[in-house]
């Protein structure tokens, strides 16, 4: 192995100490331009409010149910259920065998109105003859087949049957999910 002249280490040795004085300005450097956490605020808890929603489970038990009664009618039916979230979020659905292509979307928009107004959809078909520009909401559709999920009288999401022959049937089995809820 060849030694370095006197001159060659300290120049070498001057090499190493600036990469090592590079390298611990630069962490420095980055450090101190890291913005500090922002500061958490508490809020008073009069200015919140806290919202009760339907699990997963309880969800598929009232599509399931409303299912299995259209099925003891021999109906091929969609079910939804929607939450009263942002625009009525979709928790489950179910197409039944045979069910037709247009049920799945009616299915949602029924469950969707139900929820957004607290009734069944037979009621509110009812009320476009008072005011026919309801209609013109998005994403609803004011056919029977549509009940609300209620908790203390406060509407948490809706249940939406579309593809029986009718839509006093269809609002039947929705009703037969909400029940079974109940249980």
Do not use: C
């Amino acid at each position: 192995m060849k030694k370095l002249s006197r001159g060659a280490r300290a120049l070498t040795g001057t090499a190493v100490a600036a990469t090592l004085a590079a390298g611990t300005f630069g962490a420095l450097s980055a450090n101190a331009a890291t913005p500090e956490a922002a500061p958490v605020a508490t809020v008073a808890s009069a200015h919140t409010t806290q919202s009760t929603h339907l699990s997963v489970e309880a969800a598929t038990k009232a599509a399931k149910a409303a299912l299995d009664e259209a099925r003891k009618h021999n109906e091929r039916v969609s079910v939804a259920v929607v939450d009263r979230d942002g625009d009525g979020n979709t928790v489950v659905t179910l197409r039944g065998d045979g069910a037709g292509p247009q049920s799945y979307e009616s299915a949602v928009r029924k469950a969707y109105t139900s929820v957004s107004w607290n009734a069944p959809t037979s009621e509110l078909a009812d009320r476009l003859k008072k005011a026919p520009n309801l209609k013109d909401i998005p994403n609803t559709l004011f056919l029977a087949g549509g009940a609300p999920i209620a908790v203390k009288g406060a509407p948490i999401a809706g249940i939406g049957v579309a593809g029986a022959p009718s839509g006093e049937l269809d609002e039947r089995f929705a009703r037969a999910g909400v029940a079974a809820l109940g249980r």
